[in-house]
């Protein structure tokens, strides 16, 4: 028997590094926006910096290990047995679910998600034994699960998110009234005032947040307690007086040091108190093991009252996990997802909004433009104009290749960002609240934004709803976890060993098939990639650049449209579902290329106005295009699900007869544009009356149909909508190959 559970450590370990990879992938987002998002460092660089605070950190994080053990549950009402089966519900349960939420790129809490899974497994395992025994009563749960803790992670939670947000945005807007957008124009003294305190504050939370815990911390833990309003102090002056130097001698931007050192102390802090999410569990799972194997009881006898004890944990093992946590930094890619989410909601340049508004994010801008309005109105006017002066963005005259390659918000808000974090994260700990570094640096660095102006009318609506989002993800992590280990652990109570190699199975290939489909979506080409300026400046390359893309949309469209019409004879509601959803992510490509618009044509120089015009009704006919496949796709869809008639077979024939024609021209056009042979557009647009003359035709004869036969209102709708459609979207086909074909004419004349 001791076998299995051998078989189950090995499993365990391969769990925590599973962990590791997708906890680090979720949580870079805590210690890297700041310093990428203000790209004052090298991204070399960053990831240096973090390394070293993710390794050391991870080396100083053995005293947290203990949350595992003892923290969530009482270990000595569980047998060993039950506790391994705990842990594996825990650690299947964490990886599917922070895999999950990265693939998405959602940045989530992995302190609440292993929490909450300790909490669901250990509740599940405590009924169990409560069903069995006949003495106990569910009042009982209570002695077997240590309730108060997670009552205080719940209050945590709140607490975090209402605190961190508030005052970010306090801090910021009083920050930004002092230094404007113009810093490097303040003068030394208030600048090196500024770093002092800043160094103090990342310093100080190095040594309370990061160090406290550790066995390192007893060194020195002589010189901290009882003395912090006197080392925060002597650190004030001490800093500020280096920070004068740095900036009067060495020419040095202070700022720039302070989020370098703030990078290293918010990676220190993530790695050393945050290592328990990803390998708390295995470790606690192998000390388990270790004292069973030596009683010689029974697993189903032996008592974990050892886990109450403090054990402490392998530096081999310690200095193992950090070296997968730095190579994960280093390569994962949905890491970069998560990364570019916490970015693009706090960037002060326009970006692509990932999240939709919604009925919530449209009433709260509306209700903080009323707040607004009343307070203009209320403060004077020259306060406001002084007030608006030091919000006001300088102008920036870059070079052509630089234009896209702004900083998402300045040097203030990236210090700003790491020092209330870094502050509030510290105090948390001082008072022995659990709060989570995920949720302490997200909701600063959106409070930080919002003061900051960075949420205009433009892009309002879109980050108040992606934050309302990423705060709904934070408690449906808690309710997930709690929900998935508890239901795991049920399965591996009555299924045993053979329940958990299933399960550890499913996890596998769940994951396998996550990174399969998310390295899939990476590599998809869009329908026409996104110009850098000067790339695309002649018409000649415009005409170039798109004939791949526009070669790609068409075949995309015809097999589209012929699935419609196949699955719509067949009155097939799964397909047309598929085919529905394929429909609805070419319309969101155009719809992004439309977007992108502005930017190409703002970065262009005089002479490349004619090839922006081109670009322009290039974009015009493919959105054309998509809406047209669109509504057929859409309108069938709905048809077949609303359970409609199917349609006629003089319907299906007139439509296969079309289907047949289009497939037939669109190949033609499709190769065309591969293979860039645009004198046989001519034969193609001669084509193009004979493909008409059949739509009509067909609409002549359902004409006829209505007249003459019993016929259904809803199939009479769904038809002449796809034929008219049809129509247009042959018409918008021909369009772009006339535009095609006078504009290579004109490159023709231009060469000659």
Known sequence: MGDVYILMLVALGVLAVMDLVVGVSNDAVNFLNSAIGSKVISMRNIMIIASLGVFVG?????????????????????????????????MITDIILLDTFNSFGMPTSTTVSIVFELLGAAVAMAFIKISANETETVSDIWKYINHEKALLIIFGILLSVVVAFSVGAIVQWISRLIFSFEFHKRSSFVTSLFGGFAITAITYFIFIKGLKGTPFYKDIKYLVEGNTLQIMAVSFILWTMISQALISFFKLNIFIFIVGIGTFSIALAFAGNDLVNFIGVPIAALNSYDAWHASGLPANEFSMGVLGKKVPSSTLLLLMAGAVMVLTLWFSKKARTVIETGINLSSQNEAKEKFEPNMMSRFIVRLGIGINTLLTKIVPAKTVDWIGSRFETPSIALPMNKTYDLPAFDLIRASINLIIASVLISIGTSFKLPLSTTYVTFMVAMGTSLADRAWGRESAVYRVAGVLNIIGGWFFTAFSAFIGAATVLYFIHLG?????????LLAFLLIAKSYIKYAKSEKEKKLVRKRKKAELLTIGEVIEESSDHISKVVKRVNKLYSNVVKDLSNHDLDKLKKTDKHVKKLNSEVYELKEEVFDFIKSLDDSSVEASRVYIL??????????????????????????HKDLKKGQKDDLTVIDNDLEALLGDIEDTFKNRNFNNIVNILAEKQKLFEHVSESIDRQVKRIRTEESSKKNTTLYFGILVETKDLISSIMNLLELYQDFDLQVKRNKI
Not at 63 to 70: F, L, T
Not at 496 to 504: P, Y
Not at 624 to 641: C, E
């Open 618 to 643: 290039i974009l015009g006919y493919l959105q054309d295009i998509s809406q047209s496949i669109r509504y057929i796709s859409n309108s069938s869809y709905k048809h077949v699900n609303n359970n």
């Open 58 to 90: 991870a080396v100083t994080s053995s005293g947290m290990m203990e949350v595992a053990r003892k923290g969530i549950f009482v270990p000595e009402y569980f047998y060993f047995n039950e506790i391994m089966y705990i842990f594996m519900a825990v």
């Open 496 to 504: 045993g060993s053979v329940v958990v190699a299933i399960l550890l």
